[in-house]
């Protein structure tokens, strides 16, 4: 199945470990479903999901993110 994630899904997904938006995201860096994504939507992803506030609260580093986002597009 493929899909477009929107932003707040991503950053969801990071900030809670056990919600759905958790979940998608995991199916997305196991292959099981296909993101949809343009070099626009991977800059906003990238912008939003590295905000201080947001890495704070996940306890991940820039270079984290960095890692989901690559890990997804191996899955485009």
Known sequence: ??????TCVLVS???SANG???QL???VLQGRLNPLVSVPL????EAVMTRP???ARARLSQ???TEILDAMILYI
């Open 1 to 6: 199945m493929r899909l477009v994630l929107d």
């Open 13 to 15: 997904a990071l900030r």
């Open 20 to 22: 759905p938006s958790r």
């Open 25 to 27: 995201l995991k199916l």
């Open 42 to 45: 991977m800059a906003e992803y």
């Open 53 to 55: 506030e947001h890495l």
């Open 63 to 65: 270079n984290d993110v």
